[in-house]
């Protein structure tokens, strides 16, 4: 039985992946960076034709996928938002920041300035008792 040629338009089916999806973030967020506006986002369709620009032989069903939308939402990197005009946009996930600021590194006393304070604390004290005997002779 005689194969069957394959027209130059025809796309092959898409088998195993030869690469995980992870290894087309870096690729992604390069290309978003280059392309992105002040909040990050770019068009999904724009970022898809850029993509050959970047590397120029990125085909998505090397990670595995048929639409850069699946491979984008796959890798769970990206946040992906549709526009009031229905188009997808995709930006890289913001970092969140700490629930709570770390501990402050304590460091132990400086020897001569608890000395320096054991001295304030004791003239103060001199003082409080020097102004309560000088307070009740005025009194009488």
Same mark, same amino acid.
């Given at each position: 039985?005689?194969?069957?040629?394959?027209?130059?338009?025809?796309?092959?089916?898409?088998?195993?992946?030869?690469?995980?999806?992870?290894?087309?973030?870096?690729?992604?967020?390069?290309?978003?960076?280059?392309?992105?506006?002040?909040?990050?986002?770019?068009?999904?369709?724009?970022?898809?034709?850029?993509?050959?620009?970047?590397?120029?032989?990125?085909? *998505? $069903?090397?990670?595995?996928?048929? !639409?850069? +939308?699946?491979? @984008?939402?796959?890798?769970?990197?990206?946040?992906? =938002? #549709?526009?009031?005009?229905?188009?997808?946009?995709?930006?890289?996930?913001?970092?969140?920041?700490?629930?709570?600021?770390?501990?402050?590194?304590?460091?132990?006393?400086?020897?001569?300035?608890?000395?320096? *304070? $054991?001295?304030?604390?004791?003239? !103060?004290? +001199?003082?409080? @008792?020097?102004?309560?005997?000088?307070?009740?002779? =005025? #009194?009488?």
């Amino acid at each position: 039985m005689p194969e069957r040629a394959v027209a130059a338009t025809e796309q092959p089916p898409v088998t195993a992946a030869s690469k995980t999806p992870v290894a087309a973030i870096p690729i992604l967020e390069r290309v978003i960076a280059q392309l992105g506006s002040e909040e990050g986002w770019v068009n999904l369709d724009r970022l898809g034709e850029q993509l050959p620009n970047f590397v120029s032989d990125f085909d *998505t $069903r090397t990670y595995g996928f048929r !639409k850069l +939308s699946d491979l @984008v939402r796959k890798t769970e990197t990206f946040e992906i =938002d #549709k526009t009031e005009a229905g188009r997808l946009r995709v930006r890289v996930r913001p970092v969140e920041a700490p629930s709570k600021a770390p501990d402050p590194i304590v460091t132990a006393p400086d020897p001569a300035q608890k000395k320096a *304070t $054991r001295r304030r604390r004791a003239a !103060k004290r +001199s003082a409080k @008792v020097s102004d309560a005997s000088g307070e009740g002779a =005025d #009194k009488k």
